[in-house]
Nanobody, 116 residues
Framework: QVQLVESGGGLVQPGGSLRLSCVASGSIYGASAMGWYRQAPGKQRELVARFTLGTGTDYGDSVKDRFTISGDIAKNWVYLQMNSLKPEDTAVHYC??????????WGQGTQVTVSS
């Protein structure tokens, strides 16, 4: 059974940085897309950053130039480097994986809180 294991959330002051990690364990097949979404209280889940085979990276408008996604989705892992964090970045961040060989998966979510 494939599972997404996330790590790296926490509390940081405005202007600080965090790095999130996501690994898909239990799969022998690579992903076709992996990335991060987030959901703040009372808001819809939104795209943060995503890498898709054949098309490259996409970023949400609010995080462009501050966040960077990296990794190797053929090997089922991605990082999200988050710099210049703002209070409005506070949300539960979810890893997402799509593969031609199985169902779409979501991680359990990791809390990112930006506050002084």
């Amino acid at each position: 059974q494939v599972q997404l294991v996330e790590s790296g959330g926490g509390l940081v002051q405005p202007g600080g940085s965090l790095r999130l990690s996501c690994v898909a364990s239990g799969s022998i097949y690579g992903a076709s897309a992996m990335g991060w979404y987030r959901q703040a209280p009372g808001k819809q889940r939104e795209l943060v950053a995503r890498f898709t085979l054949g098309t490259g990276t996409d970023y949400g408008d609010s995080v462009k130039d501050r966040f960077t996604i990296s990794g190797d989705i053929a090997k089922n892992w991605v990082y999200l480097q988050m710099n210049s964090l703002k209070p409005e970045d506070t949300a539960v961040h979810y890893c997402n994986r799509r593969s031609a060989y199985g169902p779409e998966l979501w991680g359990q979510g990791t809390q990112v809180t930006v506050s002084s």
